[in-house]
């Protein structure tokens, strides 16, 4: 590649766009794996590999990020652009960083239906997240301010012991 390296193209892409990326490499060293991770990838293969394993880590990562033909969403007096990460009620709209758009749009989606903490990170940050998961926690108080501030009817429960769901209050 002309002037970057994979580690670089992961990080620009992961960036710019809202898509999967898998590295594919002959790297197998530990630091070139962590580098991998920090800089966005969805998951590392490294050569040789089997061809039906890569597969099926293509097919959880397609799942993990809910690729469909769908953009875009409204509930309540909320709608939701997974194009442009952007909320917008009414006359309001707001982006949202990457995570956060993702995270409110994965609860939206299923309205009523409690995730827990480890759910959450596995669909938003991926199986193999090692940092705190109290992180779900800020995300979502940062959402709750945003909502407030846009007024939307949608809110975001804690539901004690179990998780978070969203709640339409129209």
């Given at each position: 590649?002309?002037?970057?390296?994979?580690?670089?193209?992961?990080?620009?892409?992961k960036?710019d766009?809202?898509i999967?990326?898998?590295m594919?490499?002959?790297?197998d060293?530990?630091?070139?794996?962590?580098?991998?991770f920090?800089s966005?990838t969805?998951?590392?293969?490294?050569?040789?590999?089997?061809?039906?394993?890569?597969?099926?880590?293509i097919r959880?990562?397609?799942?993990r990020?809910?690729?469909?033909?769908?953009?875009?969403?409204?509930?309540?007096?909320?709608?939701?652009?997974q194009s442009?990460l952007?909320?917008?009620?009414?006359?309001?709209?707001?982006?949202?960083?990457?995570?956060?758009?993702?995270?409110l749009f994965?609860?939206?989606?299923?309205?009523?239906?409690?995730?827990?903490?480890?759910?959450?990170?596995?669909?938003?940050?991926?199986?193999?997240?090692?940092?705190?998961?109290r992180t779900?926690?800020?995300?979502?108080?940062?959402?709750?301010?945003?909502?407030?501030?846009?007024?939307?009817?949608?809110?975001?429960?804690?539901?004690?012991?179990?998780?978070y769901?969203?709640?339409?209050?129209?």
């Open positions: 590649m002309d002037g970057m390296d994979g580690f670089q193209l992961c990080n620009t892409l960036n766009y809202d999967p990326v898998i594919l490499t002959a790297r060293a530990l630091s070139d794996k962590e580098r991998a920090i966005g969805d998951d590392y293969v490294t050569k040789p590999f089997e061809v039906k394993e890569l597969i099926f880590r959880a990562v397609l799942r990020y809910n690729i469909n033909s769908n953009s875009e969403m409204t509930i309540g007096n909320l709608t939701l652009n442009y952007e909320l917008q009620v009414s006359n309001k709209t707001m982006t949202l960083p990457n995570k956060e758009f993702q995270l994965m609860l939206a989606a299923r309205p009523k239906q409690i995730f827990t903490r480890e759910q959450i990170i596995e669909k938003i940050w991926g199986y193999d997240y090692e940092g705190d998961e779900v926690d800020v995300h979502i108080k940062r959402l709750r301010q945003r909502l407030k501030k846009l007024n939307a009817t949608l809110t975001i429960e804690t539901v004690r012991g179990q998780g769901k969203v709640e339409n209050h129209v």
